[in-house]
């Protein structure tokens, strides 16, 4: 059973940036696609990436193309949001996800693995 766990969330500026990190134990996750959502209060969830099993097969969402980058170190068994510019809308919780499906987006698709998620908050 695959399980992840997130870290790197945070407080910070319009315009900074964070690292979102999401590591994985019970299983590595070279044969998986990974990605990260998030939440706002009182907003549905969205899938922010995609990163499909090839390792080179990426989607983002429209609101974050140019700024956001996703990677994976399948020897470390870890998967990495880098975001940058960040704006005050890119506040809400962050999960990691994986399935096996061989998909570079999650459209009407449920991530069979999820992490618990991390907080970022950016304001001034």
């Known amino acids: 059973q695959l399980q992840l766990v997130e870290s790197g969330g945070g407080l910070v500026q319009p315009g900074g940036s964070l690292r979102l990190s999401c590591a994985a134990s019970?299983?590595?996750?070279?044969?998986?696609?990974i990605g990260w959502f998030r939440q706002a209060p009182g907003k549905e969830r969205e899938g922010v990436s995609c990163?499909?099993?090839?390792?080179?097969?990426?989607n983002y969402a429209d609101s974050v193309k140019g700024r956001f980058t996703i990677s994976r170190d399948n020897a470390k068994s870890t998967m990495l949001l880098q975001m940058n510019s960040l704006k005050p809308e890119d506040t809400g919780m962050y999960y990691c996800?994986?399935?096996?499906?061989?998909?570079?987006?999650?459209?009407?698709?449920?991530?069979?693995?999820w992490g618990q998620g991390t907080q970022v908050t950016v304001s001034s």
């Open positions: 996800a994986a399935d096996p499906a061989p998909t570079r987006n999650w459209k009407g698709l449920e991530p069979r693995y």
């Open positions: 019970g299983g590595t996750l070279e044969h998986y696609a």
């Open positions: 990163l499909a099993s090839d390792g080179e097969s990426t």
